[in-house]
């Protein structure tokens, strides 16, 4: 097993996908979106190529206003062509500025783009299936399911992407904050336990990673959540369980057991939300969007279900997302090419906010949820709340 610091540094460019000028010097509500530099060209208020920022789009046959488009915007998209992989994975969100993982294979890739939408920055690339990924000051964090690794780039992409840890396991979710970066990683398959399996642990500022912070060698760990206390992960398993382990300490508590390969995770200030995503025809009525008590007892609620959902054919509930300005749950399904939400409490049905595409990692941020496209040319889309 490898280790390394934290450090490094090299060159950011900017995808041909976009022409994207640069706005200073034109009016509010203005830009020069051609970048000839002949003139503030576009209405960033009516115009529904450029709404809000040169490049975003209203998609759906939405129009463009002064608060933005009337639907689905979508803020960027991935590498267009081959050989490099547009398939997105996972995003996260900090300081106003959108960062997600693409590729299933070696020509994956790290970007990010504002919010607001614009000229997509690779921060990484030639990566092998990246899939996890965390930010905080220090830099951006993600997991190379492939190679077996977990990597470190600068958020401005000045400096290389630095290699943090190599390990013999399948490295999947992170979550990071100011203080830790963590990772979650399996010895095994899908749902298969084995010698290895853990929680691991990067402590900020010095980036010295601790593979064995939380060791589960009985489980198979997959994505994971934080609050200021605990990590929350849940075990990918036929039986899995749903699990908070102390920051402080690395030991382990369940908080659910018996769910159906659960997959995502999600907190906010009393309640742990996630998706049981069995991901076969035979098990479609075991998949379900849960709910239970940071503080137990271990009485997990069932939110969404396919048996109260009439206009779900194959469920495949993926990614989820909470935050504590808002009484919605809100989560992708892939298998009905849907983004959804629901009441935290259980009450009222479901709503669908977008129906389209392959929809994957989902995060909330002030007004507007965000989701990315895995097979729609890797498409970074939000929506108002």
Known sequence: MLSVALTGASCTTVLGDFTVGDASGCQPGTADCDGDGMGCEVDLTSDAQNCGACGAVCVDGGTCGASGCSGPTEIARGYPMPPRSSNAQFLAIYE??????????????????SILGGPVTPLAVEQNAPYGIAVNKYGVFWANLNDKNIMRVDRDGAAPPTLIFDTDNDPLGVAADEKDVFWAQRAGGIGISGDGSSIGQITMPDGRPDEEFHEDNGASPHLIALDEQFVYWV??????????????????????????????????????????????????????????SKTGPRNPMRLWTPAEDDEVRNPSPDCI?????????YWTDQGSSRVLRKRKDGTERQEVLYEGGTPRGIALHGEYVYWVDEKNDGAVRKLRR
Request: glycine letters at 10%; zero cysteines; proline letters at 4%.
């Open 96 to 113: 106003d500025e959108v960062y997600w993982t693409a590729g299933e294979g070696g020509g994956g890739s790290v970007q990010k783009v």
């Open 235 to 292: 075990d990918r398993s036929e039986r899995g369980t749903v699990n908070k382990t102390p920051r402080g300490t690395g030991g382990s508590d369940r908080l659910a057991d018996d769910q159906r390969f659960p997959y995502a995770i999600a907190v906010d200030r009393d309640f742990v939300y996630w998706t049981n995503s069995p991901r076969t025809a035979a098990s479609n009525e075991q998949a379900a969007v849960m709910r239970a």
């Open 321 to 329: 997302a909470v935050d504590d300005n808002d009484t919605y749950v």
